[in-house]
């Protein structure tokens, strides 16, 4: 059994920083993709970016690339997302997630483990 729980989240400012934990309780946690995903209200959850298990390999959403970076520490069994340039439309809540698999697809629907999600608030 795997689970998962977020932490870090918050109210910020623009252009503020955060950073997002992910603890990772099951396992073999090196053997599991990882993503992040949000969702703001009423709006469709999307991708933020995940990484694959053994080799580390990242994938980023357009929305985020260059200002977001995701890391996994496998000692610590922990995934990390920061988060850097906040802007108002990264207001949402953040979910971490899982799939035992090496290399990670972005569907959510392939994800067999959620974390309860940390709101992120960036205010303007």
């Known amino acids: 059994q795997v689970q998962l729980v977020e932490s870090g989240g918050g109210l910020v400012q623009v252009g503020d920083s955060l950073r997002l934990s992910c603890a990772f309780a099951?396992?073999?946690?090196?053997?599991?993709?990882l993503g992040w995903f949000r969702q703001a209200s009423g709006k469709d959850g999307e991708l933020v970016a995940v990484i694959s298990g053994f080799s580390g390999n990242t994938y980023y959403a357009d929305s985020v690339k260059g200002r977001f970076t995701i890391s996994r520490d496998n000692a610590k069994n922990t995934v990390y997302l920061q988060m850097n340039s906040l802007k108002p439309e990264d207001t949402s809540v953040y979910y971490c997630?899982?799939?035992?698999?090496?290399?990670?697809?972005?569907?959510?629907?392939?994800?067999?483990?959620w974390g309860q999600g940390t709101q992120v608030t960036v205010s303007s």
């Open positions: 997630a899982a799939q035992l698999r090496p290399v990670p697809t972005t569907a959510p629907g392939a994800y067999g483990y």
């Open positions: 099951g396992p073999t946690f090196s053997a599991y993709s």
